[in-house]
């Protein structure tokens, strides 16, 4: 059984950083990952993807530039840095494994998921 477990959020400042880890146990995922966010009454959104190689990395347009995505596979975990954090950053973070083909960027298509770290961006 596949366990993706999200750590590294918090409360942080507008303008700060935070980097994530998603740390996946029970199997190696040979595939694309991704993070996902959800602020609170909003659908969740895509924030980045990684192929298994790292040679191809996507990012929504509102990271693009401020959030890193990489991963380690010998370590079996996928980060997410994230620079000159705004309010509207603030969300629950998932990560997502599993991916099934097809667009990287759509939540359907992952079929493995953590239960996610809060990140909190204050003014």
């Known amino acids: 059984q596949a366990q993706l477990v999200e750590s590294g959020g918090g409360l942080v400042q507008a303008g700060g950083s935070l980097r994530l880890s998603c740390e996946v146990s029970g199997r190696t995922f040979s595939g694309g990952m991704a993070w996902f966010r959800q602020a609170p009454g909003k659908e969740r959104e895509f924030v980045a993807a990684?192929?298994?190689?790292?040679?191809?990395?996507i990012y929504a347009e509102s990271v693009k530039d401020r959030f890193t995505i990489s991963r380690d596979n010998a370590q079996n975990t996928m980060y997410l840095e994230m620079n000159s954090l705004q309010l509207e950053d603030t969300g629950a973070y998932f990560c997502a494994a599993g991916h099934r083909g097809g667009s990287h960027s759509a939540p359907l298509q992952y079929a493995n998921w953590g239960q996610g770290t809060q990140v909190t961006v204050s003014s």
């Open positions: 990684i192929s298994w190689s790292g040679g191809l990395r």
